[in-house]
């Protein structure tokens, strides 16, 4: 199933912005999606992730400031993101297990945080 991101923007720092990952098919069978980000030399890193049961997973530096749902009846993850610091800015991606493992990505959604 292919993930398709949208949502990013630019935003003033203290602001908030949801992500979507809508999915071309359905999502039911995908047990784990996640949220990466990427910035420009550095690989992508784990922003949040959740499985079909409700499972969630955070990185260290969202400090309860993202939370990530999922909606298999729309076939879309969201991330909702809280009090974005100009350190957030990244490109944002969604990926399976499968795509993070062969390293397949989409083309992500810019999120720019300015200060």
């Known amino acids: 199933v292919q993930l398709v991101e949208s949502g990013g923007g630019l935003v003033q720092a203290g602001s908030s912005l949801r992500l979507s990952c809508t999915g071309f098919?359905?999502?039911?069978?995908?047990?784990?999606i996640g949220w990466y980000r990427q910035t420009p030399g550095w690989q992508h890193e784990l922003v949040a992730a959740?499985?079909?049961?409700?499972?969630?997973n955070y990185g260290s530096f969202v400090e309860g400031r993202f939370t990530v749902s999922r909606d298999n009846a729309k076939n879309t993850v969201y991330l909702q993101m809280n009090n974005l610091r100009p350190e957030d800015t990244a490109v944002y991606y969604c990926n399976d297990l499968h795509g993070y493992t062969y390293d397949l990505w989409g083309q992500g959604t810019q999120v720019t945080v300015s200060s």
């Open positions: 098919g359905s999502i039911d069978s995908i047990d784990v």
């Open positions: 959740i499985s079909n049961r409700g499972t969630t």
